[in-house]
């Protein structure tokens, strides 16, 4: 059984920058995708990132060009780095896990984290 936990989350100002932790355990992380979803108050979950086993990365069109993916098979942890961020950043951050592969579907993902939340204020 893998165990996701997520940290990073916290009460930040627009225009910062947050950077957002997941730690594995009970799995093979060097062969899972990460992926980050994020849920906002009263919306649905959406993607966010993804890392592939082999380190290729897929983003959301609202993130690219600010946030990074990244993981390190030796902690056992994805990481992401959120830049300029801004008041539609606003949610709640889980981290998710599967095999091989990133994807943006939530459905495709068989583990997940408690989440970390995010607030974007001006």
């Known amino acids: 059984q893998v165990q996701l936990v997520e940290s990073g989350g916290r009460l930040v100002r627009t225009g910062d920058s947050l950077r957002l932790s997941c730690t594995a355990s009970g799995g093979t992380f060097s062969s899972s995708a990460m992926g980050w979803f994020r849920q906002a108050p009263g919306k649905e979950r959406e993607f966010v990132a993804a890392?592939?086993?082999?380190?290729?990365?897929l983003y959301a069109d609202s993130v690219k060009g600010r946030f990074t993916v990244s993981r390190d098979n030796a902690k056992n942890t994805v990481s992401l780095q959120m830049n300029s961020l801004n008041a539609e950043d606003t949610a709640v951050y889980y981290c998710?896990?599967?095999?091989?592969?990133?994807?943006?579907?939530?459905?495709?993902?068989?583990?997940w984290g408690q989440g970390t939340r995010v607030t974007v204020s001006s």
């Open positions: 890392i592939t086993w082999r380190f290729g990365t």
């Open positions: 998710a896990a599967r095999k091989l592969v990133g994807t943006m579907r939530s459905s495709d993902y068989d583990y």
